[in-house]
């Protein structure tokens, strides 16, 4: 069974692999071309509507559904997260949130986020075991 390590470092070299990938989020769909064939993808909506940091949430909140939900059900939820990762970090690369921080840097953010959900999930669980 991997460790959390193994997990995090598997989804950093998802990251890694995604600085080849010179396309942008907005012109990939994985698992077909039901968004990418609306004249708006929902995505483009919710960015709009939504405040920065919950766009940001909503981005976060996917990545760590398809890294949790990988290998469970039959869908390409590796590609999925990338995905997600990758519209994060262009994202912040605007300059929401991080601001001038390197790649690196970014990914250490990253890091830490997937590190603290997996903790506060396992402890969550623990609680639920208890009884608390």
């Known amino acids: 069974m991997k460790t959390l390590g193994d997990v995090i470092h598997d989804r950093m070299e998802i990251y890694k692999a995604m600085e080849e990938d010179q396309k942008k989020a907005d012109d990939v769909q994985v698992g ?40 469970r059900k039959d869908s390409d939820d590796a590609g999925k997260l990338k995905h997600y990762q990758q519209k994060l970090v262009e994202i912040l690369e605007k300059g929401y949130g991080f601001g001038n921080l390197t790649d690196d840097e970014v990914l250490a953010v990253l890091k830490e986020i997937m590190e603290l959900k997996f903790r506060n999930q396992i402890k969550r669980n623990q609680e639920a075991r208890c009884g608390m």
């Open 32 to 71: 077909g071309s039901h968004y990418k064939d609306m004249a708006v993808q929902p995505w483009a909506v919710m960015e709009s509507v939504l405040s920065t940091e919950e766009f940001i949430g909503f981005l976060k909140g996917n990545i760590i559904k398809y890294a949790m939900r990988q290998g």
